[in-house]
């Protein structure tokens, strides 16, 4: 489902059609492996981590360098972070759906404009 390959593909796809990203940070980039920053403004962006070797995708929403929300997979595995709980893994139905970046990207619209934060 996930890839480096196929987040980097999503990510320029959504950057492109976002107005609401004021720019893209590619921290860390190799074969298997990813880390990026994608900003709405500067205390509030979106953090991805991609290693394809272990199977582990991250994606979080972050606000003044605490989560906000997240998705987590872990060999295959998902879990969910929720806007309310931040620190809580949700392991209902809902929170073990596999997601691809956009997806979250979606979700994290979503939770940006309930909570006011841009």
Excluded: C
Excluded at 20 to 33: A, K
Excluded at 90 to 95: H, L, R
């Amino acid at each position: 489902m996930n890839s480096v390959d196929s987040i980097l593909q999503e990510i320029a796809e959504v950057q492109r059609a976002s107005y609401l990203i004021v720019r893209t940070e590619i921290l860390e980039h190799e074969n298997t492996f990813l880390k990026a920053r994608i900003y709405f403004k500067e205390e509030l962006y979106m953090q991805v981590y991609r290693n394809d070797e272990y199977g582990t995708t991250n994606f979080v929403l972050i606000l003044h360098d605490e989560r906000v929300y997240g998705r987590d997979e872990i060999r295959g595995k998902w879990h969910r972070h929720p806007e309310n709980k931040p620190y809580v893994h949700d392991t209902s139905q809902n929170g073990e759906k596999a997601v691809k970046f956009k997806e979250f990207f979606e979700e994290v619209k979503i939770i940006i404009h309930d909570l006011w934060l841009i």
